[in-house]
């Protein structure tokens, strides 16, 4: 590395030498600091550079938060091995398809997920090593505490700010979730970003409790340790738990996708806590949810637009400054928005909205034609449409049409994948699929079918048989029934006039 990189652990040995004894990440009653927590990560290179393991390697973790999870996010921007978290929501068979991708070295699963992947060491020879976080180890599975080496670690890898750091898995748009590489540069830009935006010192708090599969728990949790704050895990979420956390360490800043928030209000209430230390939460909500956060606590809601792959937040505000509004572009990026041309168009105007800066990222894993179609001409685009308004902030209008996304509960949900697996069923001779809102998850997938003998399925059948075939979050919770679906001059189904004929009703 040059003169002039800083790379991920590169913060995390700043973290050491500037914050020493603080600590770094809380989890039950164990205590990591900067200094625990960098020694922590070097063990762990070592065991990893033990087993051949280097720079350009992949591993896949398929597990729920875990201290360890962390450290091997470290372990592995050490070494310049690059890290392939993966939904532990998918289905066995989905979750093979991004093995198959990653192409890893190494598969890292705990308990919970374990069973999915059972007798895969055995038939996955090209997946050399085989760890579980936890004890006892199932069959062909190795504990990964065994991993963390006793011998002085290796020398640290040549490692520059523009290698691949991670690869953070999208929406399946072609059946199997795209990877969006980020690099070293990548999260720390993002990190100085938020911790710009939203003022995190050494004596913050977050509570890690959506999953580090996803960018906003992994990109948060990186900027509180380049702030010197700590990070509080929990396996998943549990309101009553994260309530009793949030007052027992004093947690400023919780991270928010429907319904995390209103369940997390609700067991405040119950427990007769006002969250008194609670600074941020950031994400996106409901207008009565957020109402609700700032009537009966402390805290601001954050909001702003952003994905996978631009690593976060590429525009950012306070709620309550611009109701509405996904907020104003963050100082290193540019944001604009675009006609099917590529025409910036003017302000008022939707368009699709299009991103350059060090936040984006560096392509799709393996995919170098949609990588090249979606930076095209010097912009990534993010399939998203938008428009400014006169003081600059950005308002979000829908996605693009062939770019379509529903968002139940913060995961992300293409209609082509539930369509596809509808399709498979008896009788079934068409379909749409479509997002409607949801008081509880913020949206929720609808399902009208076409079927040509009445009462062939029932919406119970059509929901089970997609979450036989596919996880679980991707299931329709509204399902109705046509003999015939509106058509184009060329035969598809019209997916504008079936959703204006079906409505968002339940």
Partial sequence: MGVHGFTVYDMIARGASVYGDAPAVIQGERRLSFRELQRRVDALAGGLHALGIGKGDRICVLAQNDTAYLELYGACARQGIVAYPINWRLTAPEVERVVERAAPRMMVVDASTLPGVAGWPDSKKSVAHWYQLDQPAGPGFKPFAALYADAAPPPVAGVAPGDPFAVISTAAVDVVPRGAV???????????TAIAGLGFTATDRYLVALPLFHISALGVAMAHLHAGAASVIVSRFDPEEAVRLIDRHQITHVSDFPPVLATLLDAAEKLGSRLASLKHVSGLDAPDTIKRLHERTPAQFWTGFGQSETSGFVTLQRVADRPGSAGRPVPLCQVKLVDDYDREVPAGTP??????????????????????????????????????????????????????????????????????????????????????????WGEAIKAVVEVKAAGRHTAQQVGDFVASKIARFKRPHAVAFTDALPRTPEGAVDREAAKTRWGNAP
Avoid at 182 to 192: G, P, Y
Avoid at 414 to 429: F, K, N, W
Wanted: hydrophobic share 35%; net charge negative; with cysteine.
């Fill in 182 to 192: 980020l690099t070293h540069a990548n999260v720390v830009t993002a990190n100085l």
């Fill in 351 to 440: 368009g699709e909205i299009v991103v350059r800066g060090p936040l984006v990222f560096d392509g799709y894993f393996g995919q170098p034609d949609v990588t090249a179609y979606t930076l095209r001409n010097g912009w990534h685009h993010t399939g998203d449409v938008g428009r400014f308004d006169a003081d600059g902030y950005l308002y979000y209008v829908r996605r693009k049409p062939e770019k379509e996304l529903i968002k139940p509960g913060g995961e992300n949900v293409y209609p082509a994948e539930v369509e596809t697996v509808i399709m498979q069923m008896d009788g079934v001779s068409g379909v749409c699929v479509y997002g409607i809102p949801d008081a509880r």
